[in-house]
């Protein structure tokens, strides 16, 4: 059974930095396509940024670039978000998920997810 599990969330003050985790549970995802995605209250769930699991290529909606940086650790399974210059629009609850189809941006592109980690930003 493939899990993904997130980790790191928290409460922080505007400014301040996070880093999430996503470890995955087993090898055969070195084809695909991790995001990381979010959902605030009242909103739909939104691409963040991805990482080819193979080459590490990455790229990221426009509201998080520059600020936020997706890594993967082969030797752990595991994929970062690291976070820095956080605003209170960053408020959300952060998934993880993986993709067979390439770097895609929709969530229904997506075949696996972690159950979310909440990130609170405070003014």
């Known amino acids: 059974q493939v899990q993904l599990v997130e980790s790191g969330g928290g409460l922080v003050q505007a400014g301040g930095s996070l880093r999430l985790s996503c470890a995955v549970s087993r090898r055969t995802f070195s084809s695909y396509t991790m995001g990381w995605f979010r959902q605030a209250p009242g909103k739909e769930r939104a691409f963040v940024g991805g990482i080819r699991w193979s080459g590490g290529s990455t790229y990221y909606a426009d509201s998080v670039k520059g600020r936020f940086t997706i890594s993967r650790d082969n030797a752990k399974n595991t994929v970062y978000l690291q976070m820095n210059s956080l605003k209170p629009e960053d408020t959300a609850v952060y998934f993880c998920?993986?993709?067979?189809?390439?770097?895609?941006?929709?969530?229904?592109?997506?075949?696996?997810w972690g159950q979310g980690t909440q990130v609170t930003v405070s003014s």
């Open positions: 998920a993986a993709s067979s189809r390439g770097l895609r941006t929709a969530p229904g592109d997506y075949d696996y």
